[in-house]
C-alpha cells in the first residue's frame, strides 16, 4: 500500500508538470483562432488539478524510489497520460470514441504514427499542433524529462531512469549525476529539433506544417497534418530532409551528446551500433529500389531510388511517414521493410523495436556456439565495439527476444480471434510492438486503423504500450515476485 501511496505521489507530480505541455497547442489556438482554446485551457486545467490533488493527499509519502517504485512509475505514468493527453480530442473531435481517443494519444506518446483519425488537412491547426507534440515529448521520453525535473523537487530519480531506458543506457550515465544526464540529452534533443524545423521551412514547409513534421521526425512518431503524410508534398527535397533527420534520430542520443560534447564527429566511427544500423538500413534502401525496378514498378532506377529510399528509411527507422502506397509493391518489400523497422533502431534512440544492440549480441551468439560446437574447450567473450559483454547481458538479451517472439505471436492469436485477417494482424501487432504505425492490408498506408472493432483497438493499444516500455517493464508487473516484500 505505501509502495502505491509513493508511486501516486510521483505520478500526480508528472501530471502537474505535464499539464504544462497544453500550453503550445494554446499559443497555436490564439495564432490561429480555430475555436479550440477554451477546450485546451480545460484539459490544462483537469490535468493540473487531478494531478496537484493527487499530490497533495499522498505528499507525506514522498521519497526516493526503489527499482520496484520505478517500474510501477513507468507504466503508471505511460498509461495515465494518454488519458489526460485524449481530452482535448473527446472535446474537439466529432464522433470520437474513448477508445478511438485514448489510441489516438497512447500512439502519439509512444511515437507509433498509427492513427485512428481522418480528415486531418482540414483539422484544427492546435489538435495537430497537440498530437505531434505528444509524439515529440514520448520521444525521447517523459520519463527522461522526469528524471531532469523530480530531483529538483525533491523525489530522487535514478530508478526511473533505469527502468524506462533501453539498452546501455540504463548503466552508462553521461554525466555523474543523472539529473543532468537526461537534461543534456533534452538540450541535444532540442537543438536537433530546432535545426529540423528550419530545414523544412526551408525545404518548402509553411510554419505549422514545419513544427509538426519535425516533431514527429526527431520523435521517430511518423504523425502528419496531411492524409496522405509525406506523399502530400510531392517533394524530393523535403523527402530528403526528413531522410536525413530520422537517420539522425535513429542514432543513440548519448552519441550525439558525445560529438557535441567533444565538438568532433569522430565519436560515430566508434559506436558500433549506429555503423550497423545506418548501414543495414541504407543498404535495404539500395536493394529494395533494384527490386522495384526489376520487377517494373517504377520504369526508371531514380524514381524507384528516390521511393524506396524514404519509405524504407521511415520504416527502418520506426518512423511510420509514407510518400506512396507501398502496399501495392510486390509482397517481398513491404515484408522486408517490416523486418527492418524491427531490428535497426538503436538503444538510446527515439526508435522502437528490438534494438540493433540486442540483434548485435545475438549474431554475436551464434557464433559463439558455432565455435564451441568446433572447439567445445575454447574460451570465446564476445565483444561488441571492442567492449566485453557480460554473459548475464547475453541471457538478458536471449530472454527479451523469446519474450518479444511470444508476445508478438499471442497479439497476433488474439486478433485472428477477433475476427482480423492473418496479414492485417500480422503486420498491425508488427506495427504497434515495434511503434512503426502503418502495416498493411487493413492497416496499410492507404488507410489507417478506424476499421479495426473496439476489441482490436484495445489489443493495438496494448501493443504499443508493451512495445515502447520493451516488454520486460510490463510483463514484470504480473510476476508474483514483484509484490512479495
Known amino acids: 500500500m505505501l509502495r502505491a501511496l509513493t508511486v501516486i505521489h510521483a505520478l500526480g507530480l508528472m501530471l502537474v508538470v505535464f499539464s504544462i505541455a497544453y500550453l503550445m497547442p494554446i499559443i497555436a489556438s490564439l495564432i490561429y483562432d480555430d475555436g479550440t482554446l477554451i477546450d485546451f485551457e480545460l484539459g490544462m486545467v483537469v490535468t493540473f488539478s487531478i494531478g496537484l490533488l493527487m499530490w497533495m493527499l499522498t505528499r507525506r509519502y514522498k521519497g526516493e524510489l526503489s527499482i520496484r517504485h520505478g517500474y510501477l512509475m513507468v507504466v503508471a505514468m505511460w498509461t495515465a497520460m494518454p488519458l489526460f493527453a485524449a481530452l482535448p480530442l473527446l472535446l474537439l473531435i466529432d464522433n470520437l470514441s474513448f477508445t478511438d481517443a485514448y ?23 492546435a489538435i495537430n499542433v497537440w498530437r505531434h507534440e505528444l509524439q515529440w515529448l514520448g520521444g525521447l521520453g517523459i520519463i527522461v524529462l522526469a528524471v531532469a525535473i523530480l530531483p529538483l523537487l525533491g523525489i530522487g530519480g535514478r530508478q526511473l531512469f533505469k527502468a524506462e531506458m533501453p539498452g546501455p543506457m540504463k548503466n552508462a550515465g553521461l554525466t555523474p549525476r543523472i539529473a543532468e544526464t537526461a537534461r543534456n540529452l533534452w538540450v541535444v534533443y532540442l537543438a536537433i529539433t530546432v535545426i529540423c524545423i528550419a530545414a523544412l521551412k526551408w525545404a518548402g514547409m509553411n510554419w505549422l506544417d514545419a513544427v509538426c513534421h519535425a516533431f514527429s521526425t526527431m520523435g521517430l512518431g511518423g504523425f502528419s497534418t496531411h492524409d496522405a503524410s509525406i506523399g502530400y508534398f510531392n517533394s524530393p527535397l523535403i523527402e530528403f530532409v526528413i531522410m536525413a533527420f530520422m537517420l539522425f534520430a535513429v542514432i543513440n542520443f548519448a552519441t550525439h551528446f558525445l560529438a557535441w560534447r567533444g565538438k568532433s564527429m569522430s ?18 534502401c539500395f536493394g529494395v529500389a533494384l527490386f522495384l525496378w526489376w520487377n517494373g514498378v517504377y520504369e526508371e532506377f531514380g524514381t524507384a531510388l528516390r521511393h524506396a529510399s524514404f519509405n524504407v528509411v521511415s520504416l527502418g527507422a520506426s518512423s511510420g511517414f509514407t510518400s506512396v502506397d507501398y502496399g501495392k509493391w510486390p509482397i517481398f518489400a513491404p515484408l522486408w521493410m517490416l523486418f527492418v523497422g524491427c531490428i535497426a533502431a538503436s538503444s538510446g534512440s527515439t526508435g522502437g523495436g528490438i534494438k540493433m544492440v540486442r540483434t548485435l549480441v545475438l549474431v554475436k551468439q551464434a557464433g559463439r556456439e558455432f565455435l564451441k560446437l568446433l572447439h567445445p574447450a575454447v574460451v570465446n567473450p564476445m565483444k561488441i565495439g571492442g567492449q566485453v559483454v557480460p554473459n548475464n547481458i547475453v541471457f538478458s538479451v536471449l530472454g527479451f527476444i523469446f519474450l518479444y517472439f511470444m508476445t508478438i505471436a499471442t497479439l497476433i492469436f488474439v486478433l485472428l480471434i477477433g475476427g482480423m485477417d492473418f496479414i492485417s494482424a500480422f503486420s498491425a501487432v508488427l506495427a504497434c510492438v515495434n511503434n512503426f504505425g502503418p502495416g498493411l492490408d487493413l492497416v496499410g498506408p492507404a488507410d489507417n486503423y478506424t476499421a479495426l472493432s473496439d476489441f482490436q483497438t484495445w489489443v493495438c493499444t496494448f501493443a504499443m504500450l508493451i512495445g515502447r516500455l520493451e516488454i520486460f517493464t510490463v510483463l514484470i508487473l504480473f510476476t508474483p515476485q514483484f509484490w512479495r516484500r
Open 103 to 125: 489510441f489516438e494519444s497512447m500512439s502519439a506518446i509512444t511515437t507509433t504514427g498509427a492513427t485512428v483519425l481522418v480528415g486531418l488537412d482540414r483539422m484544427s491547426p
Open 267 to 284: 565519436v560515430y566511427l566508434y559506436d558500433t551500433e549506429a555503423q550497423a544500423a545506418i548501414g543495414l538500413i541504407l543498404a535495404s
